[in-house]
């Protein structure tokens, strides 16, 4: 054993332990897509007195935890988004109703003078602030005296003996005090049952309590601060609530609900289960497939793989990554990916023993790592580029995606280079293992490879052919898009949708014509899976969804809210005009990198095999009329990072044999290199695809767009970045007047000797 591969054993073994320690005692943190509860994105709004800032959100943040607190919601969560958002999730709060009311409520107290009847609304002799009492009678109020913000504590309590029912407490800091008593000695100056001796107390522009002020209280002498009380017909809650909301004081700067989304606990644990099973049933296909395929060799990687799967997820764990259905998905699809790099390796080491049957197996595996290299980091890069732009450019679940999708790129990398390789090396300096070569999968070059050989076609013959293919295939897609239209889902559109559980199954139909009497004639109505039925309206507050949700009851029974998500329109825009721009990012980005790395050509090639992806991918849903959402786009995304990922490593194979070759024509070049690495794109795309079959079939309704997505993206790009990146880039180097690439030379040691390969003895023969 070598000092580098004893060094790469103990920092995986170190490695292993602590994923290992730190998935036994710490819990992961569940998003409320799996755990239950309601989500939502408040937005604040400049008002006559404050601007809608960065500074004045926090205070209402603060504000808003208060209120929330006194709710008694078990860890809420609340973070400020950008300069004028905040976050608020509320686990296992199922009706988002109440919390709403509460929570979105400027709170806005004011302390007023009565100076007497008010004018009937619509007379047109108002004059000044006039509003109704609380018998509806009109009230002309004075400028308020003090606010709410002067109050220093509220409490509710209920009076027994006096038999006048529920009431709120006050008591006001010093100088409000003073203030209170001033106001309360002017009522007083007033004749008992004078409409002018009543005080009025509103809130959010409605008169709460108007009360006389006692006989008892001479004029100018007022009440003292702590014998405050508001009555009025409260109940229990509504005294609690008016308590809670003046003691958690005014929201600096009103707020809106642009986005509310809740989630049944039975539908998160269901995700929960299913995707486990998914991830389990794919990843156990995996390791049997790259088992079979590099027999000894293969079943180290997949203990290299299993290794993986417990590092990734300790470190989500240990980084506190709130873990989403779709970053649950991510985690579960990174384990197909994760077999990426290993195949690349041992690709490479079939090749190397093929060509130099000398070698010894050490050798040849060494000589796949340290030319499978340059692709590796590449392709890996390409999709951490992707999870980057799901973070930066994402929200809500998809962040959670971009984030589980990035950490699993990193685990991967050291999963296939520091685990696998310690292990492989590890065999590969065994006696046994050097005996019996045809055990570890290195030794024979593979079916695929071997009728590649055999036949030697010539693909890239006629690049044209293929260019032609594609635009078919495009012109399909595009078809499907002007045709069927693109169905985008509320997320982008703006809107509610509902979907419940009914005790009774109820079709279709009979929904919509129960909802269509109830005067929601405009709701789409479909099935949702398992007898569910799932409604989607424009704009509907949560009153409007507490009727919608009862005319359901009288057909199906009892029924109970699975899912529900409300986008305001506002936000819809912006989610739609974000979703264009992270894709324009994406391609822009991806394109500069590959320009670096590559020639330009290859970089133009790859970039539009990669819109060839989008296009296509987007037209299937189109003919399909599934669902374009913020899932779809996450898929999207994914999707460019595993095209730009394969096109990597061909154009990779391309620019080292032309360089070894620079006098032979391009196309030659360009099949061989295609010939070379159609075993690894196969392989790999068979491991991804047995992962996203799982989820696909087994991952539930919730998964299920999302699996399909990813399953028509990986067959287009596996594809693409054959028959179309590549012809493409040979059309495109017609017109190129760059040289070929320049052979990189070996590595000179201090005398200016090409250094040796520390496997190689020197002898030859």
Not at 181 to 207: H, W
Not at 457 to 480: C, H
Request: proline share 4%; charged share 20%; glycine share 10%.
């Amino acid at each position: 054993m070598t000092r580098a591969t004893m060094v790469r054993a103990v920092l995986a073994l170190a490695v292993s332990l602590v994923a290992v320690l730190i998935t036994l005692t710490m819990s992961p943190r569940l998003g409320l897509d799996l755990q239950g509860g309601t989500r939502m994105v408040l937005q604040a709004k400049d008002s006559g007195t404050a601007k809608a800032d960065r500074e004045s959100t926090d205070r209402t943040l603060e504000v808003l935890r208060k209120r929330i607190d006194s709710l008694g919601v078990a860890e809420p969560t609340l973070t400020r988004s950008g300069e004028d958002r905040i976050i608020v999730e509320l686990p296992d709060v199922q009706d988002p109703r109440k919390a709403a009311e509460v929570i979105g409520r400027t709170a806005q107290l004011t302390f007023h003078a009565v100076q007497g009847p008010g004018a009937p609304a619509g007379s047109g002799t108002e004059d000044g602030l006039t509003l109704p009492d609380e018998q509806g009678s009109r009230l002309a109020l004075g400028p308020a005296a003090l606010s709410g913000a002067g109050v220093k504590d509220a409490s509710a309590s209920f009076d027994a003996q006096q038999g006048a029912g529920w009431s709120v407490s006050l008591d006001f800091h010093k100088d409000a005090g003073r203030d209170w008593t001033r106001l309360t000695g002017e009522a007083a100056c007033n004749p008992v049952q004078d409409e002018r001796r009543r005080v009025a107390i509103v809130l959010d522009k409605q008169v709460i309590s108007s009360p006389q002020v006692s006989p008892t209280v001479g004029c100018n002498t007022g009440l003292p601060s702590g014998s405050t009380q508001i009555t009025g017909s409260f109940s229990a809650d509504e005294a609690r609530e008016l308590a809670l909301l003046i003691q958690g004081g005014a929201l600096p700067v009103p707020v809106e609900i642009v986005e509310q989304r809740t989630v049944g606990p039975t539908l998160g644990a269901d995700a929960i289960d299913a995707s486990a099973r998914a991830a389990l049933i794919g990843a156990a296909a995996t390791a049997l497939f790259i088992t079979v395929v590099y027999r000894l060799f293969g079943a180290l990687a997949a203990v290299a793989l299993g290794a993986y799967g417990v590092i990734s997820y300790a470190a989500l764990v240990a980084l506190g990554v709130t873990l989403t259905l779709p970053g649950l998905a991510g985690f579960v699809l990174a384990i197909g990916m994760a077999v990426d790099a290993n195949v690349l390796v041992f690709e490479r080491a079939r090749e190397e023993y093929a060509q130099y049957p000398g070698r010894s197996l050490r050798t040849s595996l060494t000589a796949g790592f340290r030319h499978a290299w340059s692709a590796v980091a590449d392709s890996n890069m390409t999709t951490l580029i992707a999870a980057g732009l799901l973070f930066f450019l994402g929200s809500g679940p998809v962040k959670g995606f971009g984030i589980t999708l990035g950490i699993g790129v990193l685990a991967s990398m050291f999963s296939a280079l520091v685990i696998a390789r310690a292990l492989t090396e590890i065999a590969a300096g065994s006696k046994f293992v050097g005996d019996y070569r045809g055990i570890n999968g290195i030794a024979s070059p593979g079916r695929v490879r071997t009728w590649l050989n055999r036949r030697n076609p010539q693909l890239m013959r006629s690049p044209r052919r293929w260019l032609m293919v594609s635009a078919v295939l495009i012109a399909v897609a595009v078809t499907g898009i002007l045709v069927r239209g693109v169905n985008l889902g509320v997320e982008f559109t703006g809107g509610r949708l509902v979907e419940y559980s009914t005790s009774r199954p109820v079709d279709v139909e009979t929904a919509r014509s129960a909802l269509a009497g109830a005067g929601f004639g405009d709701a789409e109505v479909t099935t949702a899976g398992a007898g569910d039925i799932s409604v989607r309206t424009g704009e509907l507050d949560n009153a409007g969804e507490q009727t919608l949700r009862a005319a359901l009851t009288e057909e199906g029974g009892e029924t109970t809210k699975v899912r529900d998500e409300l986008i305001g329109p506002s936000l819809g825009d912006e989610l739609r005009r974000n979703a264009l721009i992270a894709l324009g990012i994406a391609v822009l980005v991806q394109l500069v990198y590959l320009a670096v790395r590559f020639r330009w050509t290859f970089a133009v090639a790859s970039v539009g095999a990669l819109v060839h992806d989008v296009i296509i991918l987007v037209g299937a849903f189109a003919w399909l009329g599934r669902t374009v959402d913020g899932i779809f786009l996450a898929a999207l995304l994914t999707v460019i990072g595993y095209s730009v990922n394969d096109s990597v490593v061909v154009f990779d194979r391309v620019r080292e044999l032309w360089a070894k070759a620079r006098k032979e024509p391009l196309g030659a070049v360009a099949n061989r290199a295609v010939l070379q690495t159609v075993p690894r794109t196969v392989n790999t795309g068979m491991g991804a695809l047995f992962i996203l079959v799982a989820l696909a079939v087994l991952g539930g309704d919730s998964l299920a767009d999302f699996a399909l997505a990813l399953l028509i993206g990986i067959v287009v790009g596996t594809y693409s970045s054959v028959m179309t990146a590549v012809p493409a880039a040979l059309l495109l180097e017609r017109g190129s007047k760059a040289p070929p690439p320049v052979r990189k030379s070996a590595p000179r040691g201090k005398s200016g000797a090409k250094r040796r390969d520390p496997l190689d003895n020197g002898a030859r023969v």
